[in-house]
């Protein structure tokens, strides 16, 4: 029916409507971003729109024949559209609808990461962006992204009341990116002290509203009520509130606060803890969220562990005294005559010292 009129809609029926799909969206959770959307039809257009697919198998595409076309991609954003593209036709391959994919020669496709967009939110900083947000949801957004390192919006938009334990202080994390992994479709994590203050506004508030309403809490209601659209686009509400508060917007303006509270909590707690504590591995972390810190260098040059002259002394008294007795100067031996015989009658009895070679042990006949 397309290019026809369609018939106006009975009042409330879109709102009812994108109510729905609203729900089922966010219930769900599979939907790809918005972003990743953008992506893959990009890729569509940029190797087989308008193609058939048999076709697209006599071209050969390596890493030294791939450019960004003029668009001014960055690195990372080329390799990523490219595995997609190789995934795609793989699958083709797999399928024998291809004989060989144009893609099969590319290697190096994995993410990589940018560490030119590191950035670490300070506390100062943090604390300037929750007094500009608009509102108590919108506090906690950030709050779960800085203080809980969640990922956003996927894990903040599953969070449900029932899976924040009170009396063991303790939050479970459903995780769409990695539910397809045995064992990591869920994951528990501390409910740190930085998020109370803000979960206990957000519950205040919709327990007054409930209350206005004549309705019944449910511990399976969401704890984030608003922005349940998956389609939403956080990221540029995020960086008008940057911005109000006096802020520059970081890259990556959600990861990087997840990198921030992984960079963090480096300091206190083993490796194994906090892979536990996000959901990744130490290589991911090391790789994408682990950032080299002023003061990582600041205690480095400012806080030495050894004074100098102190490691010079400890150096010297550790020192061993049968290295070679040939080390000795002639002043050494002047000195003190009486211990430097005794010390080479006693080495040449028990390690064999010679005059040409250097020490060794040797056996006697």
């Avoid at 260098?297 to 806080?303: I, L, P, R, V």
């Amino acid at each position: 029916h397309q290019g026809q009129r369609q018939p106006p809609s009975k009042p409330g029926h879109d709102v009812q409507a994108r109510s729905r799909r609203t729900e089922t969206l966010a219930t769900t959770q599979r939907t790809p971003t918005h972003q990743s959307s953008l992506g893959r039809k990009n890729v569509h257009r940029r190797y087989h729109a308008g193609r058939r697919l048999a076709k697209s198998q006599n071209t050969t595409i390596d890493n030294n024949s791939v450019k960004d076309g003029g668009q001014g991609l960055v690195p990372e954003t080329v390799r990523q559209r490219c595995r997609i593209a190789k995934q795609f036709f793989r699958d083709a391959e797999d399928r024998h609808l291809i004989s060989q994919s144009p893609f099969a020669k590319m290697k190096g496709l994995s993410a990589k990461g940018n560490r030119e967009n590191d950035y670490f939110v300070t506390p100062n900083e943090a604390e300037a962006v929750l007094k500009a947000c608009p509102d108590a949801q919108w506090q906690l957004i950030f709050a779960l992204s800085r203080f809980g390192g969640l990922r956003c919006p996927s894990e903040h938009l599953m969070l449900r009341w029932r899976d924040i334990d009170w009396k063991n202080k303790r939050m479970v994390i459903h995780s769409p990116k990695t539910e397809h992994h045995e064992g990591k479709a869920a994951r528990t994590v501390p409910l740190f002290p930085e998020l109370l203050p803000y979960l206990d506004t957000v519950l205040q508030e919709q327990l007054l509203a409930d209350a206005l309403s004549a309705g019944e809490k449910s511990t399976d209601d969401y704890v984030i009520t608003r922005w349940r659209d998956t389609e939403a686009n956080l990221r540029t509400r995020m960086h008008n509130i940057v911005r109000a508060a006096g802020l520059q917007p970081w890259p990556k303006v959600f990861n990087t606060l997840r990198s921030t509270r992984r960079t963090e909590l480096q300091e206190d707690f083993p490796d194994y803890v906090l892979n536990a504590w996000f959901g990744h591995s130490s290589r991911v972390a090391e790789r994408h969220y682990l950032q080299v810190r002023e003061q990582h260098f600041d205690k480095a040059t400012q806080s030495p562990h050894h004074a100098p002259g102190k490691a010079q002394h400890t150096a010297q008294q550790q020192a061993p005294q049968d290295v070679g007795i040939e080390q000795n100067t002639p002043e050494q031996k002047q000195k003190n005559p009486a211990d430097y015989h005794n010390c080479r009658e006693f080495l040449e009895k028990k390690v064999g010292v010679t005059e040409l070679e250097s020490v060794t042990s040797c056996m006697s006949s």
